[in-house]
């Protein structure tokens, strides 16, 4: 039996995911599924090092780890027409992206894809990289102009005394007509292929096993909902775990292929040529 280690992050649409292993209803013969949390950007770091053998990852980190993973076509988080939101205090008189020109904005961390948006659309703001929970208090404290809220935080920054400035997902769709590719799952290019074909297989059935069983899907992912209740952990599920996360399909991987395209030209990241594993 050989072990392969899932890394995704302690959020309710990832868990969402990872139920159809979680519940073992979903196996794959002489496969072993094994869970272990991380934050995105930890998971991108982690990923450099080859440490897991099926993480999420940001697709704008990919280009950073092409040489060690390949995409997979299922397990994909897109903002489609919504997204990572660009956020002030709500007495800030700080008003449009233009007035955040050159102003310090917290960012969570350096190579999300929320980050790399932000470089795309706002290319001469000062970035400040950090946890993702702490952006929009630095933000509430003043230490920084703005923030850039991913996550939950998408759902709670009113309430939170954040007012929106700008959301990317909504920005990049008007612009694009495309969804905004924000999280993926890779598995390790040294794994045989047999190995990763029935994993790449497998993740692609937890993730319709947790399609196909919501309600319960969706209880073991309040487990990981961070304070959201069950309202808003549904909405959050429902935003990122959706079709685009059963298979990219080809508008899904042009818009992987628009944004890092993008991204490249601009010198934001290495030029890789994008590679998929086959189920």
Known sequence: MQTIRVAHSPDSDD????????CGAVRAEGLAFEQALSDIESANAAAR?????LTAISVGAYPHLA????????????????GPALVVP?????RRVEDLGGKRIATPGVRTSAALALRLRLPDHVAVP????AVGPAALRGEVDAALVIHEGQLTAAEEGLRVVLDLGADWKARTGLPLPLGMNAIRRDLPEAVRRAAARAWRESIEYGLAHREEALEYAMRFARGLDRAKADRFV???????TRSL????????????????????????????QAE
Do not use: Q, T
């Open 15 to 22: 868990a969402f995911m990872f139920y159809g292993f979680a």
């Open 49 to 53: 090092e080859g440490r897991f053998d």
């Open 67 to 82: 040489d060690r993973y390949l995409l997979l076509d299922s397990g994909a988080s897109f903002g489609d027409g919504y």
């Open 90 to 94: 709500a007495g800030s008189p700080l």
């Open 130 to 133: 950090m946890d993702f929970k």
């Open 238 to 244: 429902g935003m990122y775990v959706n079709d685009w």
């Open 249 to 276: 399909g080809g508008r899904g991987r042009e818009a992987v292929a628009r944004f890092l395209g993008e991204a490249m030209e601009r010198g934001l990241v290495p030029r890789v040529e994008l590679a998929y």
